[in-house]
Structures are given as structure tokens and as C-alpha cells.
């Protein structure tokens, strides 16, 4: 460890510039050079002493986002958190609880270079005797990762929930994802809009505990016969991703993200919580409906703040291996107390 800090500080007091960060660019200039985007002759450069680096890596961002092209590739992953449940306590109306339960999430997914992708992802937690595995999202997307000043995608998922469930699931089953990312800046700021919706029929299996959610947090429950099961929110964020390349040994790196984001929307029925990894897109999670053990649903389709989020996302990448812990703290702000909690997952995976 000791050499690895050496490495690192000599890295950032040195020669920050020559390593610095990239948008898409997991891989950075070293893997893209192995995947032939970059020619030996195009790195030659590196010698000559003849050249300002000063000015030709002031914008290093900029240059590395305009040298590496999306690639097409399988990935293969599995997420471990551990976050909030909510159901009725003992299985009678009038009151619930929360417990927090270990979550796992398998990922398999195909991400083509013009920035089509198709992922599906299962969901796996202790329902309380054994696992179970409990909810399957499929995603077809699309990125458009070319441009070196934007980055912007859109997505749909369908969840499919297994019936009769112990704990609290949304109804909704459907979510349209879009988002926008400017990459020019130092802080990166996005915006990300999703819509959900669901069936009639999904929302009676659930409306016992919605009602009974909407109670702790109004003080009393109206039942809407032609109710229309839909939510939307929107997100703001700004980041920015440090890199340090050939850390360890060669063909390794690592990435810090320090993330703040803003989620207002609808609260009706909450949003399916997905575990969508920021090794693939740049999606972030806008759901806080595990993340709060004082989770309340508002029986008015009315735009609200929900909550503040501050991500601290790490990774570290050697060769087709990843692993990427991820701290958040989250002040969920209709509760009316519990505001803040805090959650931690890892996600490890092969990118091929």
C-alpha cells in the first residue's frame, strides 16, 4: 500500500495532466491504444521534448473525449446493497414498518458502439425465511456517447414483480429514462427525467400498503377508484471523475466520483429501485424508495422536492475486471423523521 501511495502522489504532483479524466473513457488512452483506436505513431509524440505539454493537455478532458469512440461490448455484473423494505407489520392493516434487507442484482447486458443496448437485471433479497428472487428488469436503451461536449441517452424497462410478496413494491412497471450529460465543463452537470406507469391491476395487489403509506404520512386515506398509476421526477447533478492510470501494475486505473444530485417529482407510488452501474452509462439512480426506512407515499399526483443526494463512487479497473464501491448519503425530504440515511453497495464485473 505504501508503494501504491507513492505511485499516487507522484502521479498527481508530476504529471496529473497525462493521467486525467475522461467521460466515457473507462479504458483512458493506454486500453485505447490496445484496442487500436490509437496507433504507436499518434503516441510518439510523448517524446519529444519539443512540445508545450502545458498547453497540450490543458483540456486533457476534452482530448481524450474526442479519441475514444465507444466500443461494443458484453457485460457481466453483480450489485450487493443493502437497503430499505417496507411492509405491513404483522400482515394486518393500519400500520407498517421497515426492515433493511442485503439486496443482490445480476446484470447481463450488450452495449453496441452506435449506442444501442439491450440489459436485463434480476433483483434478489431475503424475503424474510430464505432468498428470493423477487423482480426482473429488461432495458433496451440507446446512447449517443460521440460528441465531446454532450452525452445524452434514452431507455424503457419493464419490470416484472413475482406475485404475493411479503414487502411493499410499486406498481409501476414501466419507466421511460432520459437523460443529458455536458461534458466540456470541469463539474459535469445532468439532468435526467424518468416517467412510470403501471396497471390497474398491479395497483390492487398493492393497495392496502399504498393507502396504508399515505396515512403515516397525511393522516388519513382516500381510495380512487379510476386512480391513474403514473409517476414522474427529475434529477440534477453535477460530478466530476478524477482518474489515475497504471496505479498498481500496467493496464490498471482508478476513478474517484464525488456526485451531488436533486430529485423533485411526483410521489404517489415511488419508483422501482434500479442498480444500473456507471461502468456501463451514465445514468444515476433517481429512486429513494429503498433508501429511506420512513418511505411515505402522497395520495395527490403533485410535483415535490424528494430529496438530496450526495454519491461518493469509487472503481478500480484491471484488464476486463472492475469493482466499484459506492457511498451515498440521502436527506429524503417528505419524511418526518429519518430524513438523512446513508447506504453503501459494491457492484464487481467483466466488461468483454
Known amino acids: 500500500m505504501f508503494k501504491a501511495g507513492t505511485i499516487l502522489l507522484a502521479l498527481m504532483l508530476c504529471s496529473y495532466f497525462a493521467f486525467a479524466q475522461s467521460g466515457r473513457g473507462d479504458s483512458a488512452l493506454l486500453k485505447a491504444f490496445k484496442a487500436g483506436q490509437i496507433s504507436d505513431t499518434s503516441l510518439s509524440f510523448l517524446s519529444d521534448t519539443?512540445?508545450?505539454?502545458?498547453?497540450?493537455?490543458?483540456?486533457?478532458?476534452?482530448?481524450?473525449?474526442?479519441?475514444?469512440?465507444?466500443?461494443?461490448?458484453?457485460?457481466?455484473?453483480?450489485?450487493?446493497?443493502?437497503?430499505?423494505?417496507?411492509?405491513l407489520k404483522d400482515g394486518t392493516f393500519g400500520e407498517v414498518e421497515s426492515a433493511k434487507r442485503m439486496t443482490y442484482s445480476p446484470l447481463l447486458g450488450y452495449f453496441h458502439k452506435s449506442g444501442v443496448g439491450l440489459s436485463g437485471t434480476g433483483y434478489v433479497t431475503n424475503d424474510g425465511q430464505n432468498l428470493s428472487f423477487y423482480q426482473l428488469a429488461l432495458s433496451p436503451s440507446f446512447d449517443y456517447l460521440?460528441?465531446?461536449?454532450?452525452?445524452?441517452?434514452?431507455?424503457?424497462?419493464?419490470?416484472?414483480?413475482?406475485?404475493?410478496?411479503?414487502?411493499?413494491?410499486?406498481?409501476?412497471?414501466?419507466?421511460?429514462?432520459?437523460?443529458?450529460?455536458?461534458?466540456?465543463?470541469?463539474?459535469?452537470?445532468?439532468?435526467?427525467?424518468?416517467?412510470?406507469?403501471?396497471?390497474?391491476?398491479?395497483?390492487?395487489?398493492?393497495?392496502?400498503?399504498?393507502?396504508?403509506?399515505?396515512?403515516?404520512?397525511?393522516?388519513?386515506?382516500?381510495?380512487?377508484?379510476?386512480?391513474?398509476?403514473?409517476?414522474?421526477?427529475?434529477?440534477?447533478?453535477?460530478?466530476?471523475?478524477?482518474?489515475?492510470?497504471?496505479?498498481?501494475?500496467?493496464?490498471?486505473?482508478?476513478?474517484?466520483?464525488?456526485?451531488?444530485?436533486?430529485?423533485?417529482?411526483?410521489?404517489?407510488?415511488?419508483?422501482?429501485?434500479?442498480?444500473?452501474?456507471?461502468?456501463?452509462?451514465?445514468r444515476t439512480n433517481s429512486s429513494v424508495l429503498y433508501t429511506t426506512d420512513e418511505l411515505v407515499l402522497d395520495d395527490q399526483l403533485k410535483f415535490q422536492p424528494l430529496s438530496l443526494t450526495l454519491y461518493l463512487k469509487g472503481e478500480y479497473s484491471i484488464g476486463k475486471f472492475f469493482i466499484q464501491p459506492q457511498l451515498a448519503f440521502d436527506y429524503y425530504l417528505p419524511a418526518s423523521s429519518q430524513k438523512l440515511n446513508s447506504f453503501f453497495s459494491v457492484n464487481a464485473g467483466l466488461i468483454f
Open 146 to 282: 460521440k460528441n465531446k461536449s454532450f452525452a445524452t441517452g434514452i431507455s424503457y424497462s419493464r419490470y416484472i414483480t413475482r406475485d404475493s410478496l411479503p414487502f411493499y413494491t410499486t406498481p409501476i412497471q414501466n419507466e421511460l429514462y432520459a437523460y443529458f450529460t455536458w461534458r466540456k465543463w470541469w463539474a459535469r452537470p445532468s439532468v435526467a427525467l424518468s416517467y412510470g406507469w403501471g396497471s390497474r391491476s398491479d395497483y390492487v395487489q398493492r393497495e392496502e400498503i399504498i393507502q396504508d403509506l399515505r396515512l403515516r404520512r397525511r393522516g388519513f386515506t382516500y381510495i380512487n377508484t379510476k386512480e391513474s398509476v403514473r409517476d414522474f421526477s427529475v434529477t440534477a447533478s453535477v460530478r466530476h471523475d478524477f482518474y489515475w492510470l497504471d496505479v498498481l501494475k500496467y493496464n490498471d486505473h482508478i476513478r474517484l466520483t464525488p456526485q451531488f444530485s436533486f430529485t423533485s417529482g411526483t410521489q404517489k407510488f415511488g419508483f422501482n429501485q434500479t442498480s444500473n452501474t456507471y461502468a456501463t452509462i451514465v
Open 50 to 87: 519539443t512540445i508545450d505539454y502545458d498547453a497540450l493537455f490543458q483540456d486533457f478532458d476534452a482530448f481524450m473525449d474526442s479519441i475514444l469512440n465507444p466500443g461494443s461490448y458484453f457485460m457481466a455484473s453483480i450489485t450487493a446493497t443493502k437497503g430499505y423494505f417496507t411492509s
